[in-house]
């Protein structure tokens, strides 16, 4: 038996102080500590920035006020760029204060409270939530203070919720991803990412089809109530018309050729508040983006069934991978391509850090983690940082733009690739040679 010498520094110092780092890093009081310093900072930051972050807020406090004042509300009785299921987070702050100030700030309260609620749900629900909610932190301090103002702020944790849920209750998970994409489509990935994993027709029918059906009717049947009409659906309709936004994915190539074409212009359209590329050849990219994006979702959505149906035993891994796919390509098949967009990717991969299985395939999602966190990054440079020198296509920002566009395509083309890669691999048997086909 080998003896260890007297004189030997001892062999567990190191692991003890790792022991006590991790004990230190799963305390909630330290948790709830970072959560509310985390927050403090980015509501800090979008009181710094107003306007810049507070815009969009400035138009749903009139939206709720004029509906108020005048009876005429969006969706109701006139065509509105957001699902009939805004209408519920834009009017609330407006029922409770009078002035635009106090509607900002119980926005904000909303924000962070929702949050709050997945953060603990995330924490309480998983095996690993307390990592999840770190890197959660982390990932909504590097992306900065968008969220706040916007309402992806709303989605982003009922994308969260929704993911956690999803392992053991998809019913209720599909009825909290709907909701969400009646008040932004986002959301809808997960619904689409759940649905494509399940493994019999029943299936299907009772855990996406039945709840997301009930809610979207309860939706849909109170815009009706209201005089609605055809446009409890008017939402669908309306980017029709747009070009591409200036910092959206496929208009990198344009904004990076403004440094040898003085031909390609950015301009701001007043009618919708955004920054386009203006020109022929950029409508044609925005034309071709509006059944490109169809396409990619449901290409991935096909290639997820397939997956599923193999290895029925990792649905749940399939999920996660799946949303993800979904959600970046709501992003690089957009030709919308707003900053905030970024937000609706965090909770997966929030998620799969928490909930993943042990082993290779949490080992996976390290990678994307790291991207993740420098893409949210990348966009607070961009917007609000330097969105100026940008629109003026000053060199180094336009080259973080296209850089970060570029990692979102990477972590698209690397998170279909891991789909196909579970697929692929061989079906798992029980010992006397069956598949494996784990209860619904």
Known sequence: MWRVPDDAPAPTTAAAARDRGAHLLASPWLLA?????????????????????YGDVTLYEWWARHGLTTGQWPVLDYDWVYPAGALAPVVTPAL?????????????????????????????????????????????LALGPIFLGRLDGVVAPMILVALVLARRHPRIAVAVATAGAWIKIAPGAVVVAIAATRRSLRDLLRAVVVPGAVVSAVVVGLAL??????????????????????????????????????????????EIFTYEVQGDAARTVADTLDWLLVAAVAALALVTLWAARRHPEKAYELVLLS????LVALIVFNKVGSPQ?????????????????????????????????????????VYPVAYGPFLGGETWIVVVEALRNLALVVLLAGATWRIVHLGAEPAARTRDGRPVHPRP
């Open 96 to 140: 409770v204060t009078d002035d635009l100030l106090g509607y900002e700030i119980l926005w904000t309260a909303a924000i962070v409270a929702l949050n709050a609620v997945a953060t603990v749900i995330l924490v309480r629900s998983t095996p690993r939530g307390v990592l999840g909610a770190w890197w959660w932190l982390l990932f909504l």
């Open 225 to 270: 109530l209201g005089g609605a009409g055809t446009r409890a659906l008017s939402v669908f309709g309306q980017q029709g018309s747009r070009t591409l936004q200036a910092e959206s994915v496929l208009a990198t190539w344009f904004s990076v050729a403004r440094w040898w074409d003085p031909g390609i212009r950015i301009e701001y359209n007043d």
């Open 33 to 53: 500590l970072a959560f509310v310093v985390v927050h403090a900072r980015l509501v800090h930051e979008a009181i710094t920035w107003q306007n810049t972050i």
């Open 341 to 381: 967009f970024v937000a609706w990717i965090g909770p997966t991969v929030a998620v799969a850090l928490s909930a993943a299985p042990a082993g290779r395939s949490l080992r996976w999602w390290w990678p994307p983690a790291l991207g993740m966190i420098l893409v949210a990054y990348a966009t607070y440079l």
């Open 323 to 326: 949303a993800a796919a979904l």
